[in-house]
């Protein structure tokens, strides 16, 4: 075989069932409680009429969303310079803990990434260990609250799906195979396993996508232009839309109702597979 491409709900699968690694997040000061505002038009909710409506756990505990001295203006100049003490003294706390990722996000950050840059290379220095990722490399888009969301995920897929990649790989060597190895990320293309491992979000969707791609090819050799696709995996229940041959797409989309800001194949998923069972 000289080519491999894998697809994986592994990423799903770890964001529904809050699997993924103990993460923590560096944040402006007084920024550190996003992830609990979210967004005032609560068009996060799942049922928007619901008055006993429980908001999901959030991304991170309380304690582990830290604050440190720095500001951006909205147009990127510089208000209050990153305080490395400060830096320093979180990443002391951190290295004394069983964290094993840290998102940075910082205000403003996607017009001048200059002080996540500068946070970034300081805790890759003082953690080595860790799994370090920017929000200005995640999701560099306007809302702090996307973003952010977007970005802790990120972190808590990455030291996981790190170790898998590792082990999926040496498997393969010792088995004997030397083609071509590539992961399916959600928008249903292909991507390296080191693009992957910097940025495991992409895999969000990743084994749903490759249901969506065999759905189109049978839509093809059937003469079906349009389709509505259900997946039911042990995990999840997957829908998507086929339309004209070709799957419908998005940049943003909730899942589990947190925020995710990837390009993806549009698909729903929800928390109650079944499929083992059936």
């Known amino acids: 075989m000289s080519f491999l491409g894998h697809g994986t709900t592994m990423a799903t699968n770890m964001l529904v069932e809050g699997r993924g690694a103990k993460t923590a997040l560096i944040t402006t000061r007084g920024f ?10 609560r068009h996060d909710r799942a049922d928007l009429y619901d008055l006993l409506f429980d908001n999901p756990r959030p991304l991170v505990e309380r304690r582990w969303r830290l604050e440190v001295s720095e500001r951006l203006r909205y147009d990127g100049r510089v208000e209050t310079t990153l305080d490395q003490g400060e830096l320093e003294a979180l990443a002391a706390r951190i290295r004394a803990s ?32 860790r799994f370090i990722c920017p929000s ?29 990649i590792g082990r999926l790989i040496n498997a393969l060597a010792q088995h004997g195979f030397a083609g071509k190895f590539l992961f399916m990320p959600s928008n249903g293309g292909l991507a390296s396993p080191a693009m992957v491992a910097d940025k495991p979000i992409v895999l969000l969707e990743s084994g749903s996508a ?11 050799k059937s003469e079906l232009k ?7 995996g042990s995990t999840t229940f997957d829908v998507s ?37 059936v």
């Open 32 to 41: 550190h409680d996003i992830l609990e505002l979210r967004r005032v038009s």
């Open 98 to 129: 069983d964290i094993e990722a840290v998102a940075v996000c910082f205000l403003h950050a996607h017009v001048n990434p200059q002080h996540e840059r500068e946070a970034v290379d300081s805790l890759r220095r003082l953690l080595p260990d």
């Open 136 to 164: 200005h490399e995640v999701n560099p888009e306007a809302m702090e609250y996307e973003r952010a969301s977007s970005t802790v995920i990120n972190a808590m897929l990455g030291p996981v799906c790190d170790r898998y």
């Open 210 to 220: 490759g249901g969506v791609s065999a759905a189109i090819r049978n839509c093809e």
């Open 226 to 232: 349009n389709a509505i696709l259900g997946d039911m």
């Open 241 to 277: 839309l086929i339309r004209e041959f070709r799957p419908e797409l998005c940049n943003k989309s909730l899942l589990h109702t947190y925020a995710v800001r990837s390009p993806s194949i549009d698909i729903d998923s929800v928390g109650a597979g079944g499929g083992s069972i």
